[in-house]
Nanobody, 112 residues
Framework: HVQLVESGGGSVQAGGSLRLSCAAS????????MSWYRQAPGKEREFVSSIRADGYTSYADSVRGRFTISQDNAKNTVYLQMNSLKPEDTAMYYC???????WGQGTRVTVS
């Protein structure tokens, strides 16, 4: 059963931090190359960050230097550490498998 479950969202004041988690039950092949996307109210879903199996990471310009993606292969979990949060980071955050195109249900982040 394919499943991506995000957690860790919440409400935080500007300048604060949150760590999102995405627990993946998608099989080994699909769990390589994971990514995070977000969708703010009234806006299209946008790329946030990705991590490859070899550890290479990518970030959107808007979050580079503030967000850090990491992966614990033993736990089949990918994380998104978000620091120095801004109100414009408010969105639903989604985990996605790059290779297989599976999406999680999302976790809400609100920055005030």
């Amino acid at each position: 059963h394919v499943q991506l479950v995000e957690s860790g969202g919440g409400s935080v004041q500007a300048g604060g931090s949150l760590r999102l988690s995405c627990a993946a039950s998608v099989g080994r092949y699909c769990s390589y190359d994971m990514s995070w996307y977000r969708q703010a109210p009234g806006k299209e879903r946008e790329f946030v960050s990705s991590i490859r199996a070899d550890g290479y990471t990518s970030y959107a310009d808007s979050v580079r230097g503030r967000f850090t993606i990491s992966q614990d292969n033993a736990k089949n979990t990918v994380y998104l550490q978000m620091n120095s949060l801004k109100p414009e980071d408010t969105a639903m955050y989604y985990c996605k498998t790059v290779r297989c195109g599976y999406w999680g249900q999302g976790t809400r982040v609100t920055v005030s």
